[in-house]
C-alpha cells in the first residue's frame, strides 16, 4: 500500500543519514582533536581515570624541578666537603714536616693558618638558594622526590632526607680535661701528645690524667694511640649528681684503647680518679695524644687547636688533623652517596611521567590510521543515504500516475 501521508521508505532512509551523519560527526571530531574521548560525555570512566593520570603528570613535573634543585645544593655540599679534604690534606703535609726539629715551625705555623682561613671560607661559601649543608645551620633538608597513590586513590608526599655534615670551624671552647701526663706542654690544656720508647726502652710508659672541668652532654674525648683513634663522647648519665665523669672517661677509653688492637696495656686504677697508665707493649716507637671537643663544636672545630710552633703541639697536631680529615672524607663521602639516590630517582620520575603520557594516549588518543579509513566509509555512505533520501522522496511523486 501506498500512502502520501507517511512515507515509510523516506523515513527509514532519513534516520540512517542522521545515524551517519552522527558518525561522521564523530569521526571528525577525532581527527581535529586527536582524541578518541575528548570530553566526559564520550566515555566518562576513561576520561576521569585519564584526567586523574594528567593531574599526576603535573605533579611529577613539579617533582622533577625539586629533585634537580636538592640535586644541585648536595652537589655544591659534596663539592666543599671534597675541597676542604684536600685543604686538609695539604695542611698535613706541614704538620708532617712540623715533626723535624730543623725546620722553621713559625713559618709552617703561617701555612696552616692560611690554610685554615681557606677552610672557613670554603664552608661558608657552601651555600645553593641559601641553604648551606655544612655550615652547621641546618641538621638536615627533606628533597620532595615522589607522590604515591594508593589503591583507595588517597596521594601522599615521599621526600628523600639530606643529613647535613656539621664542617663548621667555629664554637670550639678549651677546657682544662688533661694534666700530670709525659710529655704535656702544660698542665690543665685541651689536648696532648707524647711518645713512647718502644717495649724495653727508656720511655716506655707514660701516664694520661683526665680531670672534670664541668662536662656537659655531648662533650668528646678523643685518643690517638699509634695508628689507633678512639674516643667517647659524654652523656647526661655521665654528669648526674653522684657520678665521676672523669671515671666513667677513663673506663671507657680503656675499654676502645684495649678493643682497637693497639701494641699497649693500659691500667686503670680505681684509686685514682681518671688516670691511665699507658705501656708501649710493641716493637715500635709510638705516639700518643688526646683531644677534647666541646659539645658546641663544629665539625671542624678542632681546626682552632691545630699549632705546629712547639714539638710538642705538632705531636698532638698530627693525631688531630687524622681525626679532620676522616670528618669531611665521611661527609663527602655521605654528599656523594645521596646525590646518588638523588640523581636515580630523578631518572625514575623522568621515566615514570613518560610512562603515564604513554598511559593516557592509549586511553584517549584517537586512532588515526582508523579514523581516516572509517572517515572515507562514512563519507561514501553519506552520499549513498542522501541518493537514498532522495529516491524516498520521489516515491509520492509516482502515486500521480494512478490518478492519469
Known sequence: MSSILTNTSAMVALQTLRGINSGLAKTQAEISTGKSVASAKDNAAVWAISKVMESDVQGFKAISDSLALGESTVAVARQASETITDLLTKMKGKIVAAQEDNVDRAKLQTDVAALVDQVTSVVSAA????????????????????????????????????????????????KAVFTGSDGVAADGADSFGFSLDAAGGTVEAGTVTIVDPTFAAGDKISMTVGNKQVSYTVTAEDIAAGNSPQDVIAINLKAAIEASGAAVSVAYDSGSPGVLAITNTGADSLSISGQFTNANSGGLGLLATIDVSTSGNATTALANIETLINTSVDAAAAFGSVEGRISTQAEFITNLSDSLKAGIGALVDADMEEASARLQALQTQQQLGIQALSIANQQPQNILALFR
Open 127 to 174: 651555600q645553593f638558594n641559601g641553604l648551606n649543608l655544612v655550615n652547621g645551620a641546618v641538621s638536615s633538608a627533606d628533597i620532595l622526590a615522589s607522590l604515591d597513590r594508593d589503591s583507595s586513590g588517597n596521594v601522599t608526599a615521599s621526600s628523600i632526607t639530606v643529613n647535613a655534615q656539621n664542617l663548621s670551624t667555629g664554637g670550639y671552647t678549651a
